[in-house]
Every structure is written in C-alpha cells, then in structure tokens.
C-alpha cells in the first residue's frame, strides 16, 4: 500500500467519529477514556520506534534542532490557543495539531515503514478523539449536524496534506535528512 494511502485510514476515523459524536454526543467519562488511551499509545508509539531509530543515528545537531523546532511549534500552539476562545479558537488549534500529525507521519514512513505505520495506528486513536471534541464543541453553535460533518472532514484532509509534506523529505539527499 502506497505511504499516503495509510493517512486515509486516521482521516476516516475522524469523520466516523465526527458522525458518531452527532449521532449520540460521547459523556464526559468516555471522552476523558478515549483521550488518555490515544496520548498513552501515542507516546508508546515514539519511545518504542521513533526514537530509538532517531537515537541510533549518530547526528545530535539534526535531533537538538527537529527537537528545538518540535518545542517551538508546540509552544506557539499553545500562545494561539490562550489568545482566542470558543469554538474557533478550537478549530484552528485543531487544524494545526491534524496538520502537524501528518507531518510526523510522513517523517515517520521516511523513517522506515514500521515506523509509519506504528504512528497510523497511535494517530488514529488520537484523531478519533479530536474529531469528537471538535463535534461536541461545534455542536454548541452549528445546529446543522451535516455542516459539523463537513467542518470536521475538512480539516482532517489536513492529515494527509501534512504527510504529503512530510513524504517529500525522502526525496532529499541523505545528508541533509540524517544530519
């Protein structure tokens, strides 16, 4: 199966998702549930594969700035985040995390295959949960459940435009992805 093919599979999470959370909104317990679940098998994910490989690879320099730059675009996020409210302030916070997520999946399958499609499955359970949250707070202003659909498919397609992105990498020349 072709690398990008493998962004499909967390973007209809996230619309099946997005459904599920129109068709019956998930209670408080089962949100927090699903949250802890996808950032535990997240993490598990890049302790046990990705970082391994990013360790092994002899070029320090290359991971103190991918680690650098990684801290900066978080931070920034949260900056955006604290100076907007509401469901917008949500959607765009939502839009970069899935644009990021795809970034670091296409990074992972240059990285190798196994790699790629350990973070699919990790991812998948992540963007499940986005889509959820961003149903049930969209919900509070759209009453159209279509549109709510719509928005949140929207903004998964953002998935595979950052995998797109992060895929290219593999065309550069090997000194400059190693270090």
Same mark, same amino acid.
Request: charged letters at 10%.
């Given at each position: 199966?072709?690398? #990008?093919?493998?962004?499909?599979?967390?973007?209809?999470? !996230?619309?099946?998702?997005? *459904? @599920?959370? &129109?068709? /019956?909104?998930?209670?408080? /317990?089962?949100?927090? @549930? #699903?949250?802890?679940?996808?950032?535990?098998?997240?993490?598990?994910?890049?302790?046990?594969?990705?970082?391994?490989?990013?360790?092994?690879?002899?070029?320090?320099?290359? !991971?103190?700035?991918?680690?650098?730059?990684?801290?900066?675009? %978080?931070?920034?996020?949260? !900056?955006?985040?604290?100076?907007?409210?509401?469901?917008?302030?949500?959607?765009?916070? &939502?839009?970069?995390?899935?644009?990021?997520?795809?970034?670091?999946?296409?990074?992972?399958?240059?990285?190798?295959? /196994?790699? $790629?499609?350990?973070?699919?499955? @990790?991812?998948? #359970?992540?963007?499940?949960? #986005? $889509?959820?949250?961003?149903?049930?707070?969209?919900?509070?202003?759209?009453?159209?459940?279509?549109?709510?659909? %719509? *928005? &949140? @498919?929207?903004?998964?397609?953002?998935?595979?435009?950052?995998?797109? *992105?992060?895929?290219?990498?593999?065309?550069?020349?090997?000194?400059?992805?190693?270090?």
């Amino acid at each position: 199966m072709p690398m #990008l093919n493998y962004t499909f599979i967390p973007l209809l999470a !996230t619309v099946l998702g997005s *459904i @599920a959370a &129109v068709t /019956r909104p998930p209670g408080k /317990r089962v949100t927090s @549930a #699903l949250q802890h679940l996808a950032a535990g098998v997240v993490f598990a994910a890049a302790a046990t594969e990705i970082l391994p490989q990013v360790m092994h690879g002899n070029s320090p320099i290359a !991971t103190l700035v991918g680690g650098a730059l990684g801290v900066a675009a %978080m931070l920034g996020l949260k !900056t955006f985040e604290a100076q907007f409210k509401g469901p917008a302030a949500l959607l765009g916070a &939502v839009a970069i995390d899935i644009a990021i997520d795809g970034l670091v999946l296409g990074l992972a399958f240059v990285a190798g295959t /196994r790699a $790629g499609v350990l973070l699919t499955i @990790a991812l998948t #359970l992540e963007v499940l949960f #986005l $889509g959820l949250t961003l149903t049930t707070e969209l919900g509070k202003t759209i009453r159209s459940k279509a549109k709510i659909v %719509m *928005i &949140v @498919a929207a903004i998964a397609l953002l998935l595979p435009g950052g995998a797109s *992105i992060g895929l290219s990498v593999a065309e550069l020349p090997a000194a400059i992805i190693v270090g």
